[in-house]
């Protein structure tokens, strides 16, 4: 379980203010996630990555921000023109993009006051 | 549109008694379909997927081209079973934007 991890757990901000949630993983693998999982909504895909210094945009991208400068790591900005930034964020990893199971981070619950 | 639809929000059975969760997708290639499980403060963890064919904690699913359905099944349900189960689909694999999609998923309770 500890192959990859998230923080903060819980994380407050005002309203109009970018905050990044943090996501590493020490797997060794090639693809990174990040979904935001609301109830009823499921798991919705925001943005994922197959390879270091790419990424594309997943199902609901507008308003947030990635970057993959390391093969470990995958950063989510979560910016003020995201319209309902509250909800709790999952990131995973896996070997390669190419339907491989997927390793799930602990999640960070983002609330914004 | 939803590729995969897990009709059911909310499912609850008895101890013992057989369970099915549904999961419907829409795909008209060659799919690769999963089930993940999130128990109680814990991960969400891969279940099984259809390519592997496998039991695991007494779970199995069956591809069904037809009826583009992937459901899983237990004939006899625990109480550590109660859990939220996703079912997932796989499109484009093999090139840069082949990705997961998950379906809504099912809260699933096992009264005693």
């Known amino acids: 379980d500890g192959g990859i991890t998230q923080s903060p757990k819980y994380l407050f901000r005002k309203e109009g203010q970018n905050v990044t949630l943090s996501c590493e993983q020490n797997?060794?693998?090639?693809?990174m996630y990040w979904y935001r999982q609301d109830p009823g909504q499921g798991l919705r895909l925001i943005y994922y990555?197959?390879?270091?210094?790419?990424?594309q945009k997943g199902d609901i991208a507008e308003g947030y921000s990635v970057s993959r400068e390391k093969k470990e790591s995958f950063p989510l900005t979560v910016t003020s023109a995201q319209k309902n930034p509250t909800a709790f964020y999952l990131c995973?990893?896996?070997?390669?993009?190419?339907?491989?199971?997927?390793?799930f981070g602990p999640g960070t619950r983002l609330t914004v006051l | 549109a939803q590729r995969v639809t897990q009709p059911e929000k909310l499912l609850s059975v008895f101890k013992g008694a057989p369970v099915e969760l549904k999961c419907n997708y829409s795909?008209?290639?060659?799919?690769?379909l999963f089930w993940y499980v999130q128990y109680s403060r814990q991960r969400l963890q891969l279940l099984l997927r259809?390519?592997s064919r496998e039991s695991i904690k007494g779970f199995t699913a069956d591809l069904n081209k037809g009826e583009t359905s992937f459901h899983l099944k237990k004939p006899f349900a625990q109480e550590e079973d109660s859990a939220m189960y996703y079912c997932?689909?796989?499109?484009?694999?093999?090139?840069?934007?082949?990705?997961?999609?998950f379906g809504r998923g099912t809260q699933l309770t096992v009264w005693p």
């Open positions: 797997l060794n693998h090639d693809a």
């Open positions: 795909y008209s290639g060659s799919p690769e």
């Open positions: 990555s197959q390879i270091v210094n790419d990424f």
């Open positions: 995973a990893s896996s070997m390669s993009g190419d339907g491989d199971t997927q390793y």
């Open positions: 997932a689909l796989i499109i484009d694999r093999g090139s840069t934007l082949g990705r997961l999609y």
């Open positions: 259809h390519i």
